[in-house]
Structure formats: structure tokens, C-alpha cells
């Protein structure tokens, strides 16, 4: 009896459930022939079964880096050297594998990741472990359209388009808990949110010091007091700080390069990524995107290094402050920045889908002549896309993988934020 190997060659189960499928026939094969020490020979393409990991690492390493080419016989695996051809071994079906959309979302993290290891970035093998089990677990026994991860995230959709508060949001979850008892779902809402974290979705709170002198951040991040003004950078009552350092005020930043990398994770939208090389208006009375204008082509001219890969990006920023309570009586003012992708065609850069929230300015007050304060971080991530690039998988290549530059070309705001713009 032969068993069924055609999944081996398949890069990953991407839209298809065979290498998936096939994955877990071949993990229950192997699963008994762990050592003493729960340690296994590895068969991915990267370790080619000449290092050994434990077992419960083994699904992530294969699933990231494919299956090792030639390995047909798996004699380390439990396969006896001698076996023979015939009937196919049947591969489990159905279940949530069958139907899951979270496993084209689970590949495309991992693809990023297994893309910047073969160009020398950054390895971690065990970071995905709680998204494997999350989507491997039927939220309910006997419920087969959703697996745990899928439902968490499909709730946390649901919170932000309702506005529901985290308080709220932990009641729901214990209510589901006492409802249905064998329900396979997160605590909390702080740890629905880590394991968002781990799907990219996260942003990193920087403190402010209460004057708007300078953030916390980098160089002055285990500092108790501004460097600037002196002013301590925690809440204090009666003059001494409280049991828990509470910041007086709190930045949100959330990264921009891993959000690029994104819109060339699909095909579809890598493609839409190199529009403005070839939808560029020819009539020359005719703007309908920042690609017929004049600044555009200038910047060509200076930058033509930049300009020669049409899948570097180009970027827009705009800036405006709002009451995000909506009272009017209050006055209260938070400044998001957000960023489009001039890149896209013009009926998709502007779409809130395709919009980037990269910083989140806290009030009361605005910015004003401090906005360069809170822009720091952002610019440093800009000079980094400038200067050195980022290592990026396109998925509408051949290639596979490139160094994505970006570049700031203009910014959309009235004349009051303007003002604070320029400095």
C-alpha cells in the first residue's frame, strides 16, 4: 500500500485544502516515532531533515517552508523502507479545513515571514503556535463552519463596527462561557487582542510627556521625567505617584511596512500596486490621479533609481483634528494620521479599506507647533522605506521577493493643519 504524496509538492494549501490535508495525514504518521525527548527529523525545505525540533513545531516549520523535494520515502517518519505500490491512503476531509477562509489569511503571515528567512531577515518558528491551535479547534464539538480563531476574529469585526467597549465586550465573552460551556474561545478581550497581535494587527503605545515636549520613546523610553520641560511623565496624586504608572498622555503608532508588504501579499492586489505605470491619463488636460501631475514626473526626474521598480510605493498624508466624542460643548481634539497608497488606481486609493491609520494623537488640545513631536515616529519608518528598503514578497512575481522603498509625495489637510504641519 502506497501513500498519497501529490500534496508534497504543492507550495502551500494557499486557496486548496490538499497540502493542508495532507500535512495532517503525514503528522499522525510521524507522531509516534518522536524520541525519547520529544525531538523529531524535520522535512521542510529549510531543514531538509538535517535538524530535529520538537514535534509540536513540526506543522509550523512544513507549512511555512513547503515540504523538502525528493523525500518520497519517509523512513523517518514511520514509512518502512520497503514499502509497496497499490491502494491510496485517504486523506481526512470535510471539518472546518474544508471551508476556513482564516487559512488564506494564516498563509499570506506566514508566507511574509518564510520569505524574509530566505533573504536573511528575522526567524521565528514558534510565534504562530497559538493561531495553529486557535484554527485547528472547532469553536463548539460538533460545530464544523467555524474554527475558534475564525469566530474570535469575526467578533472582533463586529466590536469595532458596533463601537463596543472592552468592558462590554468581556461580559460578552463570559456570557458565551456560561451559555455554552465547551465553547473553545479567548477570556478576555486583552487577549483576543494578542492574538491579533500576532495576525499583524497590533499598534505600540508610546507615552507623552504632558506639555507635548517629547515622547518616551527610543532613547528617552525608561526615562521617569520629560527631558525637556522635567514634568514627570506619570499621573501623580498629592505630588506622589500612584501604585500604577499611569502616563499622562498615550500615542498610538501603527507601523506602516507591514501593511505595505501586505498589498503585495495577494496577487490581486500586488498587481493593483503597479496601476500608475500603466493607467496614466493621455490626455494632457487631464488630472484623475496624482500619477498626470506635474510633481509626479519631477520626482521621477530627480529620484530615477526610485522611479525604475514601479512597485516602490508612494505615499500621501493627511491630517485633520475631530471631537471624537461628538459634543460640540466639549472641547476636545485628537488628530489621526492617516496615509493612502497613490500606487492603487483612483475608484481604490481613497476607500477606507485601503486607507492607513499610522498615528493617533491624544488630546485634549491640539498639537499645534508640537505636531513634530508625535510625527517622530512615523518619520523615522519613512527614512527607513527611503533609505534602505524593505524586504517584500510579491506575490505577482516570478521572482518572489524585492526591496520596496517608499516615498512621502504630499500631504491633504485645510490651512489650520497646514500650518501645523509645516511648522
Known amino acids: 500500500m502506497t501513500i498519497d504524496k501529490s500534496w508534497m509538492t504543492i507550495r502551500r494549501c494557499g486557496s ?48 511555512r517552508n513547503g515540504f523538502m523535494f525528493g523525500y518520497n520515502q519517509w523512513i523517518h517518519h514511520g514509512e518502512p523502507a520497503t514499502a509497496n505500490a497499490g491502494t491510496t491512503v485517504a486523506r ?39 493561531l495553529f491551535a486557535a484554527l485547528q479547534s472547532e469553536l463548539y464539538p460538533g460545530v464544523s463552519s467555524f474554527s475558534s480563531l475564525n469566530f474570535l476574529v469575526k467578533l ?31 477570556e478576555s478581550h486583552y487577549e483576543a487582542k494578542k492574538l491579533m497581535t500576532k495576525m499583524g494587527l497590533g499598534y505600540s503605545s508610546i507615552n507623552v510627556c504632558k506639555n507635548d515636549c517629547a515622547l518616551f520613546w527610543k532613547e528617552n523610553s525608561l526615562k521617569d521625567t520629560c527631558p525637556v520641560c522635567s514634568e514627570s511623565r506619570w499621573k501623580l496624586q498629592s505630588g506622589k505617584r500612584s501604585g500604577k504608572n499611569v502616563p499622562h498622555k498615550v500615542l498610538r503608532y501603527f507601523p506602516v511596512g507591514p501593511r505595505l508588504k501586505w498589498l503585495f501579499a495577494t496577487s490581486k492586489t500586488a498587481k493593483l500596486m503597479r496601476w500608475h505605470s500603466t493607467g496614466k491619463s493621455k490626455d494632457n488636460d487631464v488630472m ?72 493617533l494623537i491624544p488630546g485634549p488640545q491640539s498639537p499645534g507647533k508640537d505636531m513634530d513631536v508625535f510625527l517622530r515616529p512615523l518619520i523615522d519608518e519613512l527614512k527607513e522605506l527611503w533609505v534602505h528598503g524593505l524586504d517584500t514578497r510579491d506575490a505577482a512575481s516570478e521572482n518572489g521577493v524585492f526591496r520596496m522603498r517608499a516615498a512621502l509625495l504630499c500631504t491633504i489637510n485645510d490651512f489650520p493643519a497646514r500650518s501645523s504641519l509645516s511648522g
Not at 485628537?334 to 488606481?345: A, E, G, K, R, S
Open 288 to 359: 484623475r490621479h496624482p500619477v498626470d501631475g506635474k510633481s509626479w514626473q519631477e520626482f521621477d526626474k530627480r529620484h530615477p533609481q526610485f522611479a525604475g521598480d514601479v512597485r516602490n510605493v508612494r505615499l500621501g498624508l493627511a491630517a485633520d483634528g475631530f471631537n471624537p466624542f461628538g459634543n460640540m460643548s466639549l472641547s476636545y481634539s485628537m488628530w489621526p494620521i492617516v496615509l493612502t497608497t497613490y500606487n492603487l488606481p483612483p475608484w481604490i486609493c481613497m476607500k477606507a479599506e485601503y486607507l492607513m491609520l499610522s498615528l
Open 156 to 186: 472582533m469585526h463586529l466590536k469595532v463596527l458596533n463601537k463596543w467597549t472592552n468592558k462590554s465586550f468581556d461580559e460578552l465573552l463570559k456570557l458565551l462561557k456560561l451559555a455554552f460551556p465547551k465553547i473553545d474561545l479567548v
Open 16 to 63: 486548496s485544502n490538499e497540502f493542508w490535508n495532507g500535512l495532517q495525514h503525514f503528522l499522525q504518521m510521524a507522531k509516534p516515532f518522536v524520541n525519547d525527548r520529544g525531538f523529531i527529523k524535520c522535512p521542510c525545505r529549510h531543514c531538509l531533515n538535517n535538524a530535529s525540533h520538537q514535534f509540536e513545531d513540526l506543522e509550523s516549520h512544513i507549512f
Open 92 to 130: 481526512p476531509s470535510g471539518g472546518i479545513h474544508e471551508r476556513d477562509e482564516m487559512f488564506d489569511v494564516l498563509d499570506d503571515i506566514i508566507s511574509e515571514d518564510a520569505d524574509e528567512d530566505a533573504v536573511g531577515g528575522p526567524s521565528s518558528y514558534d510565534q504562530y503556535d497559538d
